[in-house]
């Protein structure tokens, strides 16, 4: 431990004393830094603190003197491990905290006692050798909190714990308690609760208008649409669960593929075949009008569009869930029943139904969430009918930005998913009846009554071929010159996006390609940090105990509950102003990625990691190696497939999402998703379902390319098995 | 101060409590090395616990734990000088019987070609010489059993520990594989600690056992000690089967004492110096059964019979309770409802506490 202390310590040090404190305006790899001594903004902390007289650097040196000391003189290794634990929490806090306080223009608060010349000419965000020494701190803590004999003394585990905490604090609560200090904040920048809770309960928000004829708040639009979304998806992905699993019907493998679109889609272009399709050109409003005379109308623009772009969302998510919910009922019970001379309806009414009960729950607040946070089809169909999520957008980029009435909108968002995410942890979650156990259960479910099974197949068939229409509709759309005027086939779309002049050298001479290679770029880099992530803390989370791991697990998951646009907001507002200073960069939209995909990593690992005997990782420790080997050697290993998983979900989810993104980019750093959406404000529908069209393509090409890329590794296992056998 | 001598492990007052549930109880053991000393209990009396702390995979709420005079109690795993063989085997599935046998040496920087040489010599001594290329998923469980142990002892660990290693054996298997685990073990002077809750498979391979009982050690000797002598009716039962009958020690004398069974005055031995109410040991062997009428003893009633070919087994309703009895005669077989007399040899039998 000493070994580690001490080496952390020296990173440390480097930080403090040679890296440039704060952010290096031409970027730390460009290294100006080097070559410009003498300049404050590309001083380290010690220049900064010994030349300019930035004193409030000294409790950091302080710190590092503490544990150089400690490591030095005291022989005791418990109580060695405490006085280098507290030192470095010491030296944690003040540098945090003097971040927090001095900010551009001098101290954020306080100002009356910090009146110092040298504190009110401020300071700007921080950069390398700030962002090593606090690495370098927490490391040093948590060595010396494991050598404390804390966590069977495990260095490696406690670091990455750590770590993960600090990140989580950092890049999810950090953000999100802007918004509460946002909300709390009155016009004339004074805090109060009492204007809190009248505005955050205004009858802007949730007045009830809607049911006496007139408008609802935005609040409860929001409310009535994600309870019929719920509704709605989970009866459809009930019926498509039963007809994939009770039945013999023939196209079953078109139903998978059902299952896998949505996922690669991203969220508005759902919205847009709509509009093809019944907007006031579409082809059915034509049709119709032509066939019987009814008046072409912009119903498609509103809550019945939005609707149905939900439906045709969000259904195949239910249907995933439900799959599992439906092949959990354990076949016995049925088979039990029946023996028991209870008809197929009546098997099906009293015992596989209510074994579902809390599946079925599960499936319906999983719509209520997800339609909740969607922001795309609510933003291209919602019309004159306000949503929460849209309203929120509005409220920081429309002509009068309002980021005070942007947070409340926020928090009222955050407590509806997450009071749904509540119930449906410790109401459903706990309730579950699903029997899948490690034992193979030989009984036979029960085959659909007659009923039963013409209803679903009256309801599920026709909405797939609905969605297979919208389907086509998108590449369809993209191939017509002006939709409903001129019907013309052409390949403009795609030439004005994706056009490459090969006159002079290559160009990428297309309005989509900067875009698009940012997209792919920022996708690439995020989904392995997702995956590491998400991975390393369901290792934490299956494998480890240790003191407040229930809330850790509470405070990862959360992220998930947390809508895209309030992520967006909370990030705008937290990181636009020092000490943590991103908006602008790539690097923020690589962070927001990790962090709103980091649950999907954390689920994929638990349920993979769980399948793997606990005692797998004690041989190898047992062996002498430690956790790092042992993750290394003997997990990472055996976690290929869900590690494949969590990278193909992380980097089609960092493609397709739209609602945080759309905050975060700037001019330099476009993503396609805020292209596309940008295309379809200015009302070019070509371009914007021409771009769909190849996202879609290009990540189901990723897509089949990683599956292969998992087929074969499986096939070399069998290769060596037949050689040996 | 204790003696401590390379191999040893000694537990001082070891508490281990999860949240509120306590798996042990201030804990005090020491294991000579050299020796293969058994942990023996029913399911929950703390027996893995104690195994995974030595392993050092759990951490000691309270008290020390020292192997070979080193205090290891804050050490974590990865550094003990010790290797286990599990209950489900735990080889890693992706790597081949050769790679799983060096995986430790691997992991201390050995040479890999170092590594596979010493793990072969590791498989030649469990008899799997040549085993070296292929998956554990092409092994029998018994081999796949005796890779767990080739990949814990060419660690040469001080201590090699042995968690239920042959429960998910079938019966047969069982009794060969502990044979080999046990000459192993005296080959190469190891000292071992070994858990099961099979008691057979206990007297067979140990040294010394232990037996645990609710996060406590009940009683501890060598295999013919706690057989002969149990300290509790629970050792009794628990170690070979027994009948515990009811009786009151009238007086003692010279280790014999007078008792009151049933209203009938018998002399036994009385090891444990128990008084007032105690149990009588009955060992289903030493159960005398003979045809009603003729003979002296108590009087009985057959309700069950069983016949497993080098014994008949039989349930008897009788003056002295619910008793089991084992009988290798079969001359004339007893049948369900014959009226029997029981009696038994007063030397044989011994007493032990209420």
Not at chain 1, 131 to 146: C, D, K, W
Not at chain 1, 266 to 283: E, K, M, N, S
């Amino acid at each position: 431990m000493k070994r580690t202390a001490n080496l952390w310590l020296i990173i440390a040090i480097i930080g403090f004393c040679l890296l440039p404190w704060h952010v290096v305006e031409d970027g730390f790899w460009s290294f100006s830094w080097v070559t410009n001594i003498g300049y404050v903004e590309s001083s380290s902390a010690l220049i900064l603190m010994l030349v300019y007289g930035k004193f409030w650097f000294w409790p950091t040196a302080l710190a590092f003197a503490f544990v150089a000391t400690c490591l030095a003189t005291v022989s005791n290794p418990v109580t060695r491990a405490k006085m280098i634990a507290s030192s470095a929490l010491f030296g944690l806090v003040c540098t945090a905290f003097q971040g927090l306080v001095i900010v551009r223009d001098g101290p954020r608060f306080f100002t009356d006692i910090l009146n110092f010349t040298s504190i009110n000419e401020g300071q700007i965000g921080f950069g390398a050798g700030a962002m090593v020494t606090l690495v370098a701190l927490l490391f040093i803590l948590t060595t010396g909190v494991s050598a404390m004999g804390k966590g069977r003394g495990d260095a490696f585990v406690i670091g990455l714990i750590g770590l993960i905490i600090a990140l989580v604090g950092v890049f999810v609560f950090f953000p999100v308690a802007h918004i509460l200090i946002r909300a709390f904040e009155n016009k004339d920048g004074t805090y109060s609760l009492i204007h809190f809770i009248p505005r955050l309960f205004s009858s802007d928000i949730w007045g009830l208008g809607c049911f006496a004829g007139g408008t609802c708040g935005p609040a409860i639009n929001s409310v009535i649409l994600a309870t019929m979304t719920g509704a709605g998806t989970t009866t459809l992905g009930l019926a498509f669960a039963l007809i994939f699993t009770r039945t013999q019907f023939f196209a079953k493998p078109l139903l998978r593929v059902l299952t896998v679109i949505p996922i690669i889609t991203p969220p508005f272009v759902i919205g847009l075949a709509l509009i093809l399709l019944f907007g006031r050109t579409g082809a059915v409003t034509q049709l119709f009008a032509d066939m019987f005379g009814i008046e072409k109308s912009r119903w498609i623009y509103g809550f019945s569009g939005v609707y149905l772009a939900q439906m045709l969302s969000f259904t195949p998510i239910a249907f995933l869930v439900l799959i599992g919910v439906v092949e959990g009922v354990s076949p016995s019970m049925e088979e039990a029943s029946q023996t028991l001379d209870a008809d197929r309806w009546q098997t099906f009414r009293y015992v596989s139904l209510p074994l579902m009960r809390p599946g079925l729950a599960n499936a319906f607040l999983l719509g209520f969430i997800e339609s909740l946070a969607d922001f795309g089809n609510p933003l291209i169909l919602g019309g004159n009918t306000n949503y929460l999520s849209t309203d929120i957008f509005f409220a920081i980029v429309g002509s009068v930005a309002d980021p005070a009435k942007a947070a409340i909108l926020a928090i009222s968002l955050l407590m509806l998913t997450l009071g749904a995410f509540l119930v449906q942890r410790r109401w459903v979650g706990t309730k579950s009846y699903a029997t899948v156990t490690g034992k193979a259960d030989s009984g036979q479910h029960a085959a659909l009554s007659p009923a039963v099974k013409a209803a679903c197949y009256a309801t599920a068939l026709p909405w797939a071929i609905f969605t297979a229409i919208v389907y086509i509709m998108i590449f369809y759309g993209s191939l017509v010159k002006l939709w409903g005027y001129d019907n013309s086939f052409t390949f403009d779309h795609y030439l004005q996006a994706f056009s490459i002049d090969f006159s002079n050298g290559i160009r990428w001479t297309g309005s989509a390609w900067d875009s698009y290679f940012t997209t792919l770029t920022i996708a690439t880099i995020s989904a392995p940090l997702t995956a590491i992530v998400g991975l390393s803390t369901a290792y934490l989370l299956i494998r480890q105990n240790f003191a407040g791991k229930s809330a850790f697990e509470f405070s990862t998951m959360l992220s998930f509950a947390i809508p895209g646009t309030v992520i967006g907001v909370s990030y705008v507002m937290a990181f636009n102003f020092p000490p943590i200073e991103l908006t602008g960069t790539s690097i923020i939209l690589i962070i927001v990625f990790v962090f709103r995909n980091m649950p999907v990593g954390v689920r994929g690992g638990i349920a993979a990691m769980s399948q793997l005997d606990k005692s797998l990782d004690e041989a190898s420790i047992t062996c002498g190696a430690n956790s790092f080997t042992t993750l290394r050697r003997v997990i990472a290993p055996l976690l290929g497939p869900a590690m494949i998983a969590a990278l193909t979900y992380s980097f089609v989810r960092a493609v397709t999402s739209v609602s945080a993104v759309i905050f975060l980019v700037s001019a330099r750093h476009n993503m396609a998703t805020s292209f596309i959406v940008g295309r379809v404000e200015h009302g070019e529908f070509g371009i914007a379902i021409a771009y769909s069209a190849v996202l879609i393509l290009t990540m189901l090409t990723i897509i089949i390319l990683l599956q292969l890329a998992v087929g074969k590794r499986q096939l070399r296992r069998t290769d060596r098995v037949e050689q040996s056998a | 101060m204790q003696d401590f001598k390379p191999g040893s492990v000694h537990f001082n007052g070891v508490v281990k409590k999860y949240g509120a549930v306590t798996a042990l109880t201030k804990l005090d053991l020491s294991i000579e090395p050299g020796k293969l000393v058994t942990l023996l209990g029913p399911s929950g009396c703390g027996k893995t616990t104690t195994l995974r702390l030595i392993a050092g995979l759990e951490s000691a709420t309270h008290g020390s734990i020292h192997i070979g005079g080193e205090d290891v109690t804050h050490l974590s795993a990865t550094y003990r000088k010790v290797s286990m063989v599990f209950q489900s085997y735990a080889l890693f599935p992706h790597m081949s019987v050769i790679e799983n046998v060096a995986y430790g040496l691997t992991v201390k920087s050995i040479p890999k070609k170092e590594a596979h040489e010493k793990a072969e010599d590791g498989l030649k001594m469990v008899g799997l010489e040549g085993f070296g290329q292929r998956l554990p998923s092409e092994l029998s469980g018994g081999q796949q059993q005796r890779v767990a142990v080739a990949r814990a002892i060419v660690l040469e660990p001080d201590v090699l520990l042995l968690d239920e290693p042959l429960s998910n054996l079938d019966a047969k298997l069982r009794r060969h594989v502990r044979e080999e685990i046990r000459q192993i073990q005296q080959n190469l002077g190891l000292t071992a600690v070994y858990v099961t809750h099979d008691q057979e498979e206990a007297m067979a391979v140990s040294d010394r056992i232990i037996v645990m009982r609710n996060a406590e050690i009940a009683q501890e000797g060598t295999p013919s000690d706690l057989y002969q002598r149990p300290n509790s009716s629970f050792i009794a039962d628990f170690i070979g089967d027994a009948n515990l009958i009811d009786c009151e020690v009238t007086s003692t004398k010279d280790k014999r004492s007078k008792i009151d069974v049933n209203g009938q005055e018998l002399t036994v031995n009385n090891i444990a110096a128990v008084s007032g109410n105690a149990k009588l040991v009955l060992r289903p062997h030493q159960v005398i059964l003979s045809n009603s009428g003729t003979a002296k003893g108590f009087k009985g009633n057959i309700t069950y019979a069983a016949y497993l070919g080098n014994q008949i087994q039989y349930t008897i309703e009788s003056d002295l309770g619910h008793l089991f009895a084992t009988s290798i005669t079969y001359d004339a077989p007893l049948s369900v409802g014959d009226n029997v007399k029981i009696s038994f040899d007063t030397t044989q039998v011994s007493l032990v506490s209420d």
